[in-house]
């Protein structure tokens, strides 16, 4: 499900696990991961990690940004027949949604490519 992205009940058909239970233990993994990992990777950054990325950010030209890139909108102009209508977006032009949010030594590195209807 966080690989993928699909829903409890998609998940059926190969794991032969109801969506009650599929959401249950989806639960207690996060729980387990953010208690494992959560004093190191979930901490809120310190004022000389500030400092640091402010820094390296300025002297790429980026000045004030931590990092963070919100989304972007990619036509597709290649996109498979069969898929088109599920990509296609509000300019009616299959589109592909990259989230990113990454820092310049990758301490936060995140990537989604979704498909998302904009209306």
Known sequence: MLTYGC???CTNEYCRLGESITHE????FCFVMEAMYGQWYLRPPNSANLYRLLHKASHRGFLGILGNLNCMHWEWKNCPTAWARQF???????IVVLEAV????LDVACLFSSHRIEQ
Do not use: I, Q, V
């Open 7 to 9: 829903s409890a009940d």
């Open 25 to 28: 233990y989806l639960r207690k």
């Open 88 to 94: 296609t977006g509000y300019k009616n032009k299959p």
């Open 102 to 105: 990454a820092s310049y030594h």
